[in-house]
């Protein structure tokens, strides 16, 4: 797993007065300072005795989530330390997506002080559970045609963020396959339809593919057990090409993909990186 932050992440912050969250400017730390200070902000309201809570919302399992880590660490460099000053409670569901909407509202009843959201569907739980706890996510694809933020510059209410530009760059991606294959006509595209925001990626390559000449095979999986057949059935279909879809399925089987990419024979490109498995 890459631990620079991809080319395919776009912070924005709220300029909006009205918004119920102050978003200061911030970058990469996949949301670690605006959680700090929104922490920060409620600590100092409250007595000195309590230790701010921050929840965090996975649809992943907490083994293949790689960036807790990174979270815990960037707030030890803030003198944040877990179970002494700040606490985390974590909700994994481990890529059932079903079972968000009851791991958001447990975080709620908690009483999480900030809610941090890994992906589309984590957040759209997360808001669905409160309209008034400070929701912080990250990976998500478009927020605003989501439905979760009214803007990027005045995403409103108690939501903000940062977005994976997936969708708008499903276009680039098959443009740099076309590049590197040039005789290639057929790509196979690996997405999950129970993450909206994966709906959204394979709805915006429709259009780039045209013009690239370029036919594309839906590999729709929502589950890992899927992923052998759907491999088979894009090798079927005379696909030269596989794009994967950003989704806590995917990341939590990447090793899996890229082996059955590789076993078919099928050049990859993954969101924020590529791995290229040319045929010989």
């Not at 230790?51 to 807790?68: E, Q, V």
């Not at 933020?149 to 940062?162: F, Y």
């Not at 939590?252 to 024979?265: F, T, V, Y």
């Amino acid at each position: 797993m890459n631990k620079e932050p991809s080319l395919d992440v776009l912070n924005f912050c709220s300029d909006n007065r009205k918004s119920k969250i102050k978003n200061p400017k911030w970058g990469w730390g996949l949301a670690i300072v605006l959680a700090f200070v929104l922490c920060g902000t409620v600590a100092e309201a409250q007595q000195p005795a309590k230790i701010p809570k921050i929840g965090f919302l996975g649809a992943g399992s907490a083994s293949a989530t790689g960036r807790l880590e990174l979270f815990r660490r960037e707030f030890r460099k803030l003198g944040y330390v877990d179970g002494k000053n700040v606490a985390f409670e974590y909700r994994f569901a481990d890529n059932k997506l079903d079972r968000l909407p009851a791991l958001a509202d447990e975080l709620v009843r908690l009483k999480v002080d900030v809610l941090l959201a890994s992906s589309t569907p984590t957040t759209l739980a997360a808001k669905n559970a409160s309209r008034t706890i400070p929701i912080v996510f990250y990976s998500v694809a478009d927020p605003v045609a989501a439905g979760l933020v009214d803007s990027l510059a005045r995403p409103g209410g108690n939501i903000t963020g940062h977005t994976i530009i997936m969708a708008a760059l499903a276009g680039k991606r098959l443009e740099l396959l076309k590049e590197t294959i040039p005789k290639l006509s057929r790509v196979a595209v690996l997405w999950n339809p129970q993450n909206p925001g994966n709906a959204l990626n394979w709805k915006e390559s429709q259009l780039p593919a045209r013009e690239l000449g370029l036919q594309l095979h839906s590999l729709a999986v929502s589950s890992a057990d899927k992923y052998e057949s759907a491999f088979k059935e894009a090798t079927k279909a005379r696909s030269a090409a596989l794009t994967v879809a950003q989704d806590s399925l995917t990341v939590s089987n990447q090793k899996l993909i890229a082996d059955l990419a590789e076993k078919n024979r099928l050049p990859a490109i993954y969101l924020g990186e590529i791995l290229s498995r040319a045929a010989a």
